[in-house]
């Protein structure tokens, strides 16, 4: 399922504080996006323990129990897990990876919130959540009555709201700070081959790696940050991550550039910098400039002449990547009277092929 809408973090816990109570709620999304650590957060604003089962790992005994028999009758016994005498938010993770015999499992307790004869306390609540087919994961398709069942919402990643919630929980520095500087790199999309890719799950493992090895207070091998680095993100990203750390040791951070108070690196050595601040200078113009030149304020006009200056000056260091800075994609564009203004004053840095 891909749903045409989707919601943030902070969208889909209002969602789930309004609707969840009197619907099961299923979320949507990736691998990696934060779906568990969302449910959590839910029940424990709500002031209810949570109860996970995993779907992929589950046989139709372990939700419907198993028979006992008590006089003349049977009748079954659910697991001690979820029979429970105070109410509680049941997360049913990966429920679309189970089989269809523990679908059918889940219906009355998703649709009535009961097992055979066992009724989950008033007050409880049940959510559900999987991944999406085309996320390379173990998805098998969900029945009509099941998804009839449920209210449905999808998850994306937000990179302001993570940066939020990354300072809160005092995530290491580095991966905070670069994700400021790249939001477009918390979240990429499963690749086809197997390899790791980046999600608010893989950049916590890797600022997890990184307080492990105490990076910041002592200096840890090339060798060590590139191994941490790859083992974690999408390659691309993790190329830039090792550019950006290489960075910190320079005197080249894009704020001072644009203050003027640097200049970009020039040096060959100093190339995978220069070009880890010109992606990240191309993420500040697509992030920060505004869609139509009426909505320019005083300081951004001053932003605009400096960032016109800058890729001039970048332009006489390596051509190439200051084409790509300008460079359009099919989901990052610069806005069009900005490329106006560029191909006025830089024509040959748009137009040569």
């Not at 016994?77 to 059918?104: G, H, T, W």
């Not at 090339?222 to 991550?241: R, W």
Request: aromatic share 8%; glycine share 4%; hydrophobic share 40%.
């Amino acid at each position: 399922m891909n749903l045409p809408i989707t919601v943030t973090q902070n969208d889909l816990l209002e969602i789930l504080l309004n609707v969840a109570p009197s619907r099961p709620v299923f979320i949507w999304g990736a691998p990696g996006i934060g779906k568990s650590a969302l449910v959590e957060q839910f029940a424990k604003e709500i002031g209810l323990p949570c109860v996970s089962l995993l779907g992929s790992q589950l046989a139709p005994e372990d939700i419907i129990g198993i028979p006992q028999i008590n006089d003349d009758t049977s009748e079954f016994l659910p697991p001690k897990m979820i029979a429970r005498k105070e109410p509680y938010v049941l997360f049913l993770d990966e429920l679309n990876a189970c089989s269809q015999e523990v679908q059918k499992a889940f219906y009355s307790l998703i649709h009535e919130r009961r097992i055979g004869e066992y009724h989950l306390p008033e007050g409880s609540i049940v959510v559900g959540a999987g991944n999406r087919a085309q996320d390379s994961a173990i998805v098998k398709t969900m029945s009509s009555a099941l998804i009839n069942r449920m209210f449905h919402v999808q998850m994306k990643a937000d990179a302001r709201q993570w940066i939020k919630w990354a300072q809160q929980n005092s995530l290491h520095p580095w991966v905070i700070d670069y994700i400021i500087q790249r939001p477009d790199h918390l979240f990429s999309e499963p690749p086809k081959t197997e390899e790791p890719f980046s999600t608010p799950r893989s950049w916590h493992m890797l600022s997890d790696a990184l307080t492990e090895y105490g990076t910041g207070k002592r200096e840890v091998a090339n060798e060590t940050l590139k191994m941490l680095s790859y083992a974690c993100l999408t390659p691309s990203h993790a190329g830039m991550f090792l550019a950006y750390t290489k960075n910190l040791k320079n005197d080249h951070q894009l704020d001072d550039i644009i203050a003027e108070n640097a200049k970009w690196p020039a040096k060959p050595e100093d190339r995978d910098i220069l070009y880890f601040l010109a992606q990240s200078f191309r993420a500040k113009l697509v992030t920060e400039l505004p869609k139509s030149k009426q909505d320019i304020s005083g300081n951004m006009l001053s932003f605009v002449y400096r960032a016109k200056s800058m890729l001039k000056e970048l332009s006489t260091i390596n051509f190439e990547i200051a084409q790509m800075v300008v460079a359009s994609d099919d989901t990052h564009a610069l806005p069009d009277w900005f490329m106006v203004e560029v191909i006025r004053d830089l024509p040959r840095l748009v137009n040569q092929k």
